[in-house]
């Protein structure tokens, strides 16, 4: 049997779902599906037969590519005035703050919605890749490409629910454009090993946008949350990172609606939490990760969980820069609502 993500990664449960290998493989042999944990793993249409080991190299738990650090440190030690800290790699600038147009309707403070939109209005790049919410009760969230602010604004949100990027890396490959793609730290890493590779990836994904991760869930955990919540129908949307005037930013609520119209809400401390911080639902191959700040991204955002933030229900977002033209659009862009900040406090 030759050697592939399923015979390497998956079969030892390791796979973290990204979708990658699927959206490489020379003979389109791979494809994404649900397993019975509610995770996203990669399948083979049929048995390897060429053997080539590009979806092991593009493979971010396969320990066949670089790993973050070397990979952060080939894309980003050479900047000026660069600096570096084990806990989150290389950095250039770091900041705290919220967009006020954003503040309510994003996750945190905004400022990863604000400084998508400015990519596009100030034409730096022409689509972005982000998660969005769908209407397919088996997969209620999947990377979607934008084109305008206007949809990059009716995307904001988080989204702790499985999604792969098989598609959208495929339509990177075959439109031509300059993309941004915002992921989690293991996606983000996947997409610079896809880059060494691949010179159209390297080419049009002109800009990484990480997001700070403790751990990745599974389908189970939203099934397990709207269940604690008292949904009883056919959950059709979920809304992850409600914000209650009455409660502070960390504790927010998850808002499930069923087919039939019924609406169910749940905060942090009433139940989300026991789930999350004791690790259930997390796929296995987040015990195996270290990289929580995005290492490889060329921004990464995050919430200020910090007392003189969180206490806000309105949210703030700390924002951790390591290119240089991320940190001119900041800087052109910040209004006063978004200033630097110690990297001790990040």
Not at 265 to 291: K, L, M, Q, V
Not at 331 to 346: A, D, L, T
Request: glycine letters at 8%; a negative charge.
């Amino acid at each position: 049997m030759n050697s592939s993500v399923v015979t390497r990664v998956v079969k030892e449960d390791i796979c973290i779902g990204c979708g990658t290998c699927a959206a490489l493989c020379p003979q389109g042999n791979l494809e994404m599906a649900w397993n019975r944990f509610g995770e996203y793993n990669a399948t083979e249409s049929q048995p390897c037969m060429t053997d080539c080991g590009l979806c092991l190299k593009v493979c971010p738990f396969s320990g066949e590519g670089d790993n973050e650090d070397a990979i952060g440190k080939h894309l980003y030690s050479d900047v000026p005035d660069i600096h570096h800290r084990q806990e989150i790699g290389y950095f250039l600038s770091t900041y705290v703050g919220y967009s006020e147009d954003y503040r309510l309707t994003s996750a945190s403070g905004g400022a990863a919605t604000w400084f998508l939109e400015s990519l596009l209005s100030n034409g730096v790049v022409d689509h972005v890749i982000c998660v969005t919410s769908t209407n397919d009760r088996n997969k209620l969230f999947i990377f979607t490409i934008f084109n305008t602010p206007e949809e990059v604004r009716n995307g904001a949100g988080s989204a702790y629910y499985p999604v792969e990027m098989s598609e959208v890396i495929k339509h990177v490959l075959e439109v031509p454009g300059r993309y941004a793609i915002t992921g989690l730290p293991c996606f983000i890493k996947a997409v610079r090993l896809a880059q060494s590779k691949n010179t159209k990836l390297r080419d049009r994904i002109v800009v990484t946008v990480g997001l700070v991760c403790g751990q990745m869930k599974s389908k189970h955990f939203t099934d397990y949350i709207a269940a604690l919540a008292g949904v009883q129908g056919q959950l059709i949307n979920v809304r992850y990172r409600c914000k209650s005037q009455d409660r502070p930013a960390s504790d927010f609520y998850f808002n499930f609606t069923t087919s039939d119209g019924e609406e169910r809400r749940i905060h942090w401390n009433d139940g989300i939490a026991e789930a999350w911080t004791n690790r259930w639902f997390s796929p296995c191959a987040c015990n195996y990760c270290d990289d929580i700040f995005a290492e490889c991204a060329d921004v990464t955002f995050m919430d200020a969980w910090l007392p003189e933030y969180s206490a806000d229900y309105r949210g703030t977002s700390l924002v951790l820069v390591r290119s240089l033209l991320v940190q001119e659009l900041i800087e052109q862009g910040q209004g006063g609502e978004i200033k630097p900040v110690s990297i001790e406090r990040v």
